[in-house]
């Protein structure tokens, strides 16, 4: 009798599961990092090959807090960051388990360029996902997008500003998220399934950096993160108003 | 070893004497009446000569009486023998057997390329498709027997280029019989013979004595006869392509958009796809001239260059990057002529085809993506990071074009140091005002960690002397702020600064 692993099979492969399951969606989907986000997504986690929105108050603010737990499960796959407002500075995604080496930065000078890469991006789906920021964008564009996204198995995110959620939008998942003091906060505008009316929060745990100077004495919860800046006096005081 | 039952197609260009002066690729030339003329007689002509009534044979002088306004060319034998060349090198993606016959003709042993093109038929229609994108009227015909599908190209007329087609030895002299004795070469001077014995067609010529037929009509009608019917063997000598690819084609007519170029291009390209072919290579680096106006008012040829990071020999892949180069493409002058040059080849690896593909597409498909990419958007849009050893933040952050070499990967615990660096950094810092001595950007900005100085730069003019914070506003957005320690806080000089964001 061969060995019959206990591993769920959908770990072995995402296209596969037990007959006593229930089939999941089509295509694949990629586990959030966030156990609460994960019971609201339909497929439990990002869809991958599917155009999935966000919304911020401010863009650069919260998106990438959101994804970084997800980018980090590519297995070194590369990640596109396409037209991203401000520059992307690779050592702070090396921190969380990415390689700088898996990251390209695309700046178009026209918003029609921008399109054009996201859909040789998706076509060629070598990437493992595709962020793109825009600021403006038409519909009838972003239809086409939601169809060049099918074809692939890329993660694909199109961050835009808050004030597009009142126009609709073909992507079938669409969130809003903003920064609080915890974390993060997030509105499940549309998906595929019962709607979500209560903003869900998500409990971004604090940087040991900054967590043992906000709680003095409890610093030992900082030491496995390796060795500070040694520039760092982390006992003087942050600011004295003069 | 399996050995394939022998099968020939036969491309003949009946067009060929005209359409290397006036090429189909070109719609508009269509129309127009236009004739060659060799030794003062006409010796091909267009569609719309041969509805205007003329003939083959007829003087220049006839012409212009059914036609004011026709075009001539003298017959330029020099011309058909460079293109006749190129239809050669192109039908090399096909089967490295090809030779050239009688009558712009071209044979090729397609035998052992059946099942890599997926079929007869479908290896019939990509030869006629690269015919069209190489601008010359084809025929075939495909035949067990090389001489044969020579005849049944011949044979097909120029309304369906899709000639016949014989695939068992045992029919093909029952299609052959029926063929009009003309059509081979020997017997072209003997038509008045060979018409008034009343033998009009192949099977008529065979069942004539053969001393006799020998006697009168000379050997090599005989000899030819029985190479059609398979009786005779034939050698061939087999095209070679030249060891180097350097082709230059000229236009048609003088040509100022960029995208018009693209038909020519491909012209061009399907040349090079059957000498890559031929020779066992993929190219990493081509090299393209557009020639503009010669002579007095000579202006130097626009040059390009297109490297591949990956060698490639795919079409669909150069055509994308021709497309991308060409449309880019800003043309100071009309274009007469192309030159197509291939610099650097490597030899071809072996595909390895595995049972089951990897999800995320191989490591050459993403290769060949960044091309295409840069192809568009220039090299110094598409980025990767080559992170400094340098305490600066904006110093430290260095991207260079993914076309370059990339750095060699960081350590793990060269990272770590870094722990705390904000995501987004801005291209300029920012002044902040300041509110009741705080530092203050949209809200009043609480810092939430101690100081981290960094001082560094004083061997070059870059010296930073900074103390960062980071900051949070009344969204709890968190940004990442430095106090300038070399201007005075009493001074009118900003001494705050928001320089990253963490996303």
């Known amino acids: 009798m061969p060995y019959v692993s206990s591993l769920p099979p959908e770990h072995i492969h995402p296209a596969l599961w037990r007959a006593s399951q229930l089939a999941r969606g089509q295509g694949g989907y990629l586990s959030s990092g966030y156990a609460e986000l994960n019971n609201e997504l339909p497929g439990n986690g990002w869809p991958q090959g599917q155009l999935t929105e966000i919304l911020l108050p401010q863009i650069g603010t ?37 390689q700088p080496s898996q990251l390209i930065w695309i700046r178009c000078n026209k918003h029609v360029d921008a399109l054009w890469a996201v859909e040789q991006v998706l076509r060629n789906s070598s990437c493992g996902a595709l962020l793109f920021w825009t600021s403006s964008i038409r519909s009838e564009a972003l239809r086409r997008l939601h169809l060049a996204a099918q074809s692939s198995e890329t993660l694909f995110f199109l961050m835009r500003d ?81 | 070893m399996v050995t394939c039952p022998p099968l020939w197609i036969a491309v003949h260009l009946p067009l060929l004497q005209l359409e290397v002066f006036v090429t189909p690729l070109f719609a508009r030339q269509e129309m127009q009446v236009s004739v060659t003329l060799h030794q003062g007689r006409v010796t091909s002509m267009s569609e719309s000569a041969d509805q205007a009534g003329i003939r083959l044979g007829m003087r220049a002088g006839g012409v212009q009486m059914l036609s004011a306004n026709a075009d001539y060319y003298q017959r330029d034998h020099n011309k058909e023998k460079l293109a006749l060349q190129a239809v050669a090198t192109a039908l090399l993606q096909y089967s490295p057997q090809v030779c050239f016959a009688e009558d712009d003709c071209i044979l090729v042993d397609i035998s052992a390329s059946l099942s890599l093109f997926g079929g007869i038929r479908a290896l019939r229609k990509r030869v006629q498709e690269s015919m069209r994108i190489l601008g010359y009227t084809a025929t075939t015909g495909i035949a067990p027997v090389a001489r044969a599908a020579w005849l049944l190209a011949k044979q097909a007329s120029r309304k369906l280029p899709r000639g016949q087609h014989v695939f068992k030895l045992n029919r093909l002299s029952q299609r052959l019989d029926r063929l009009p004795v003309k059509l081979l070469t020997a017997a072209e001077p003997l038509t008045e013979l060979l018409q008034g014995i009343a033998c009009y067609n192949l099977r008529d010529l065979r069942q004539l004595p053969r001393p006799g037929l020998q006697r009168r009509c000379g050997k090599a009608l005989l000899i030819e006869l029985d190479q059609a019917y398979g009786e005779q063997a034939e050698v061939h000598e087999w095209y070679l392509a030249a060891p ?260």
């Not at chain 2, 949070?472 to 000089?493: C, F, G, K, M, Q």
Request: hydrophobic share 40%; with cysteine.
């Open chain 1, 62 to 98: 919260a998106e990438l807090s959101l994804l970084k737990p997800a980018l980090s499960q590519l297995d070194g796959r590369p990640i596109v960051l396409l037209t991203p407002t401000y520059i992307p500075q690779a050592l702070a995604f090396a921190c969380t388990g990415l």
């Open chain 2, 244 to 503: 180097e690819f350097k082709v230059k084609m000229e236009l048609p007519d003088r040509i100022e958009q960029a995208e018009s170029l693209l038909i020519f291009a491909r012209s061009l390209l399907a040349q090079l796809l059957g000498w890559l072919a031929a020779q066992q290579l993929a190219v990493t680096h081509i090299h393209m001239e557009l020639l503009h106006e010669r002579g007095r008012q000579a202006i130097p040829p626009t040059m390009f260059d297109l490297h591949l990071a990956q060698a490639c020999w795919q079409e669909s892949h150069l055509l994308s990057l021709f497309k991308e180069k060409l449309s880019q493409l800003k043309l100071h002058s009309a274009v007469i002529g192309m030159l197509l040059e291939v610099k650097q080849t490597i030899v071809r690896e072996a595909q390895s085809y595995t049972l089951f593909p990897e999800p995320g597409g191989q490591e050459n498909e993403h290769k060949r993506l960044l091309e295409l990419l840069v192809a568009r958007l220039g090299e110094d849009n598409v980025l990767q990071p080559a992170p400094h050893a340098d305490h600066r933040a904006d110093i430290a952050n260095h991207w260079i074009s993914v076309i370059k070499k990339p750095p060699p990967p960081c350590p793990a615990h060269a990272l770590a140091g870094y722990a705390l660096r904000p995501n987004w950094l801005l291209p300029q810092p920012l002044a902040l005002d300041i509110h009741e001595h705080r530092p203050y950007y949209g809200s009043e900005l609480k810092l939430v960690s101690p100081a981290e100085r960094i001082e560094s730069g004083w061997w070059n003019e870059q010296i930073q002397t900074r103390d960062y914070y980071i900051a949070v506003d009344r969204r709890h957005v968190r940004y990442w702020i430095y106090r300038e320690r070399a201007n005075d806080p009493d001074s009118e000089e900003p001494v705050w600064f928001l320089h990253g964001i963490f996303g």
């Open chain 1, 162 to 242: 808050m004030r597009a959620a009142q126009q609709a939008s073909p992507a079938p998942l669409r969130l809003s998220v903003q920064a609080t003091q915890y974390g993060l906060e997030l509105n499940i505008l549309k998906r595929r399934g019962s709607p979500r009316d209560a903003p869900l929060a998500l409990h971004v745990p604090d940087h040991p950096y900054l967590y043992a100077y906000a709680h003095p004495g409890k610093e030992k919860l900082a030491t496995n993160y390796g060795n500070l800046p040694s520039t760092v006096d982390s006992r003087a005081p942050a600011f004295t108003p003069a």
